[in-house]
């Protein structure tokens, strides 16, 4: 069992920075891979990056590469993804995955997941 909570979303003008945190539950965090995904309002929820336990391994969506930054402190339980140059069409709910499969946790069957985090990019 675990609990992800994500937090630090919020209203920002475009080109701007925020920086999104995923707070997990557990004591075999590095054990997991994991992923952030988001959902704008009547579309599916899309992929956005993810990480390895270690964090030896990171990959992007094509639409943010070169932008956003996922990374994780696992002596905090925490993954994090740093969203840089951020524009319109990045407006969506944010949401953290954990799976123990590196493949798994970059679909929509992930093993857990969290509430969400509210992302607005304002023009």
């Known amino acids: 069992q675990v609990q992800l909570e994500e937090s630090g979303g919020g209203l920002v003008q475009a080109g701007g920075s925020l920086r999104l945190s995923c707070a997990a539950s557990?004591?075999?965090?590095?054990?997991?891979?994991m992923g952030w995904f988001r959902q704008a309002p009547g579309k599916e929820r899309e992929f956005v990056a993810r990480i390895s336990g270690s964090g030896g391994m990171k990959h992007y969506a094509d639409s943010v590469k070169g932008r956003f930054t996922i990374s994780r402190d696992n002596a905090k339980n925490t993954v994090y993804l740093q969203m840089n140059s951020l524009k319109p069409e990045d407006t969506a709910v944010y949401y953290c995955a954990a799976d123990s499969s590196i493949v798994t946790v970059a679909t929509r069957l992930a093993d857990y997941w969290g509430q969400g985090t509210q992302v607005t990019v304002s023009s």
């Open positions: 557990g004591r075999t965090f590095s054990s997991y891979a």
